[in-house]
């Protein structure tokens, strides 16, 4: 039995041994381009050349110029990975990370109202969104509601300018004997395209939509194309654009007999002003005028004037002043006056 355990004893010992000669014999050659080469330096190498015998390359031969250094493999006894399952966080560990996180949530909130706030349009939109309310007394005392809202785009360098807009409003009537109702639901869109060709001439396209229960306007759709021409005045604070230009109307009044029902040929003039008083206070003023070409009689306008006070980089007032005028709608005249106030939100 002893002479078993020493042979086995042995045998390890001459394993050991095995292993160090092993990693004595392995050297790790370093070049200077960064790269490492693992072999045994053989004995034929010279000052000129070194011999390197690796197992995967074969025998090398490389020149001493290139070599940075030389060192034995492995510098440092490799140590053995434990396999010993590292012990689980500590219970504080986990509520300190359970409240780190619940942290960065709570500020997700803010985080996204912050982007709001930081939210700008681009540098070439500038538009506006009225909010207003108007009461009257009479023989009848009626409260209109209305929205109104306008967006223009100019980007810079360019010729091309948009401009689009809606409106809509209801005005409901209360009478003497204590009863109310709504009697005018109406709403308008616009869309407008300019281009300028020359120093202060422009070209544009021009499309309207308008619905108006009071005047028995079941609806309206104007295309018009036309030209005018720019003026500055006073150091650019005035500016005001006339032209005049031709199109086609599709009508559709409330009784079907309506004289203005159908498709006609229109002419239209157009004339906008705009007065930059301030650095936050503007006055504007637009007049456009469209006329049946085969029938002058049948014409309308709408004249509008607007005073517009900005208290803060987002809210303002604003007082305006519409006349919206029907030569003839179920054989009448239908002239609608308001006077109006609102509050302007800026964007």
């Known amino acids: 039995m002893k002479q078993i355990r020493w042979r086995r004893l042995g045998l390890l010992v001459l394993i050991m041994s095995l292993q160090l000669s092993l990693w004595s014999s392995t050297q790790e050659v370093q070049l200077k381009s960064g790269e490492r080469l693992l072999g045994e ?21 490389l020149p001493r110029s290139a070599i940075a250094s030389t060192k034995d493999f492995p510098a440092v006894k490799p140590k053995l990975v434990s396999t010993v399952a590292q012990p689980k966080p500590k219970p504080a560990a986990v509520a300190k990370r359970l409240t780190t996180s619940s942290a960065s949530e709570a500020k997700k909130p803010w985080r996204m109202i912050e982007s709001i706030k930081d939210f700008k349009t681009p540098p070439s939109w500038k538009g ?3 909010l207003g309310l108007n009461i009257t007394n009479g ?15 100019l980007p810079k360098g360019s010729k091309n300018f948009y401009r689009f807009g809606g409106a809509y409003s209801f005005r409901e009537n209360e009478y003497n004997n204590g009863t109310s109702r709504v009697t005018n639901n109406k709403f308008d869109l616009s869309a407008l395209y300019r281009r300028s060709f020359s120093k202060g001439w422009f070209m544009q396209n021009a499309l309207g939509y308008r619905s108006d229960e009071v005047k028995g306007i079941n609806h309206e759709i104007k295309l018009s194309v036309g030209a005018g021409y720019k003026f ?5 604070k005035i500016e ?3 032209g005049s230009g031709l199109g086609v109307e599709d009508f559709e009044a409330s009784k079907a007999n309506d004289l203005r029902s159908g498709r006609n040929y229109i002419g239209n003039i157009f004339q906008e002003l705009t007065w930059k008083m301030s650095k936050r206070t503007t006055f504007s003023q637009k007049f456009n005028y469209f006329q049946n070409v085969k029938e002058h009689h049948l014409y309308d306008f709408k004249f509008t004037t607007a005073f517009r006070s900005r208290l803060t980089d987002v809210f ?5 002043y519409q006349k919206d005028f029907d030569s003839e709608v179920d054989g009448k005249e239908k002239d609608d006056i308001q006077w109006r106030s609102a509050l302007v939100i800026y964007f």
């Open 41 to 61: 330096i053989l004995a034929t190498s010279n000052d000129d050349m070194l011999h390197l015998r690796s197992k995967i390359l074969g025998d090398l031969k």
């Open 240 to 242: 005001l654009n006339v």
């Open 232 to 236: 500055k005045i006073y150091k650019d």
């Open 316 to 320: 303002g007032l604003e007082f305006s």
């Open 128 to 130: 506006n969104l009225r």
């Open 139 to 153: 023989n009848s005392k009626w409260t209109e509601r209305y929205a109104r809202g306008q967006l223009s785009i």
